[in-house]
């Protein structure tokens, strides 16, 4: 084998190799707005099933994985609410106790699952969300406290890649 065949051998066996240990990670995040008495969280989920929680009080984040079946299942559902256009729906809430929950992905921002309709591609993202905050131990969002309590900020970046 000459010189510059071994080199194109080597290219490409780098190549593939390089290739193979970055597959691409899709993200998205789980928004709750809180409440006056509760402070709201973000989810962040990536496809690969790694997740991290942060409440709005609080600096620290908290990891924790989903299933590889959940995080396919997830993100399926979320890209076909997107495709579907998947409909808002209003809902009473109470003034203390509302709250708001949205997933944002790539640019699109879900209906309220806090309120959903009785439309499929809603209820397949609460049912998927639902999942997401039982494998992340995630109950309810934590009390504020008082008086006052922490100010209430509602940040939803998207993950980065």
């Given at each position: ?35 006056t008495n509760t402070a709201g969280y973000t989810v962040n ?27 396919g299942r997830f993100f399926s559902d979320v890209k076909a ?81």
């Amino acid at each position: 084998m000459n010189r510059t065949a071994f080199a194109v051998v080597i290219v490409l066996g780098l190549l593939a190799v390089c290739t193979a240990a970055a597959p691409l990670r899709d993200g998205a995040s789980i928004v709750n707005s809180g409440s006056t008495n509760t402070a709201g969280y973000t989810v962040n989920v990536w496809s690969d099933g790694s997740a991290t929680v942060t409440y709005q009080n609080r600096t620290a984040k908290k990891s924790f994985e989903i299933s590889s079946s959940l995080a396919g299942r997830f993100f399926s559902d979320v890209k076909a609410a997107r495709d579907g256009s998947a409909p808002a729906s209003h809902c009473m809430k109470s003034a203390s106790f509302g709250t708001a929950t949205h997933v944002h992905w790539h640019g699109w921002i879900s209906p309220d699952l806090d309120c959903p309709g009785d439309d499929k591609l809603t209820t397949a993202l609460v049912n998927d969300v639902s999942a997401i905050r039982t494998a992340g131990a995630i109950t309810g969002a934590p009390l504020r406290g008082f008086p006052g309590g922490a100010p209430r900020l509602i940040v939803s970046p998207e993950p980065t890649q």
